[in-house]
């Protein structure tokens, strides 16, 4: 193995939260067409296949579905078997498993990923038509829920990254391609991660007819860790100050002085508080 690839392989295993509880989901794949960004990975529309998804149905009475999405190199199944052991029996959960493609970070090298990235720095390039692939490949699996049914997204990383631009794709009412975006959310989780496309963010939510409204009433939940080494911390700290600006007054920032780039049970319990709390969930199994 080269140097480049043997490096990509030690981030990787960095990059992905690293969770072993038991317990096992049948899901299924599904392939979602996308485009590719020209500056990073060639302009060409082209298929992502998506890997298996995970689905933790709720042991109570169903009051909210989830779309939870891991971090880069990860796989939906890791987080369903975290998901399953929390203590809200009025969630359903669904973890799929990003596309296999090649990274620019990593020189080309494949991961899973929900969009490519050239660096991870302020000055990084996004992604805006992989960033739309996966923020509508999120929104199908929503919008086949109960129309009662309050629904949400979350995720770690990289799909913390990806949430976070669904929330903002809501608000705008449309995804960066110009098509509509389906469903309505009530709640966005954002685990050590960042908000992409937010140089322009302030722009683009500028006259958009219900987008004051929707921003002011979507609650989000941002948590980051301060000896985080592959997303920095200030980067989750400046991702709630720019929604904040943009008009979503209901954010709430969790810092965790000893957390890297992983999860603990005290964030956990902090995501199952707020989101019991925010989507008044009955508690009751």
Same mark, same amino acid.
């Given at each position: ?83 399953? /052991?929390?203590? =809200? ?8 498993? *990003?596309?296999?493609? !090649? $990274?620019? #970070?990593?020189? &080309? ?92 963010? /302030?722009?683009? =939510? ?8 929707? *921003?002011?009433?979507? !609650? $989000?939940? #941002?948590?980051? &860790? ?60």
């Amino acid at each position: 193995m080269s140097s480049l690839a043997s490096g990509a392989v030690a981030m990787l295993s960095q990059c992905h939260c690293l969770i072993k509880i038991s317990g096992q989901y049948s899901g299924s794949s599904m392939s979602f067409t996308g485009a590719s960004m020209g500056s990073v990975a060639g302009t060409a529309r082209r298929a992502f296949e998506f890997g298996q998804t995970y689905v933790v149905k709720p042991k109570g009475k169903h009051q909210a579905t989830i779309v939870w999405l891991h971090g880069l190199g990860d796989n939906g199944s890791s987080w369903s078997n975290l998901l399953e /052991t929390l203590p =809200l029996p009025n969630i359903k959960w669904i973890c799929p498993t *990003a596309p296999q493609r !090649p $990274i620019t #970070l990593f020189g &080309g090298f494949p991961s899973t990923a929900w969009f490519d990235v050239n660096d991870l720095s302020e000055n990084s390039i996004d992604d805006n038509e992989g960033l739309d692939a996966s923020a509508a490949y999120v929104a199908s699996l929503l919008a086949t829920e109960p129309p009662h049914i309050k629904l949400g997204v979350g995720g770690f990383s990289m799909g913390a990254a990806t949430s976070l631009y669904s929330a903002t794709c809501f608000v705008r009412g449309k995804y960066e391609n110009g098509n509509s975006y389906p469903v309505n959310l009530s709640a966005a989780v954002g685990l050590s991660g960042w908000l992409p496309c937010a140089k322009t963010l /302030t722009s683009k =939510l500028e006259g958009v007819e219900g987008a004051v409204n929707r *921003a002011t009433s979507l !609650p $989000i939940l #941002l948590c980051h &860790g301060k000896g985080d080494d592959v997303v920095p911390y200030n980067y989750g700290e400046k991702s709630s100050q720019k929604l904040r600006s943009c008009g979503f007054q209901d954010v709430a920032f969790k810092s965790y002085t000893a957390l890297g780039h992983h999860t603990i049970p005290e964030e956990m319990d902090e995501v199952c508080g707020w989101l019991t709390s925010k989507l008044g969930l009955e508690g009751k199994s």
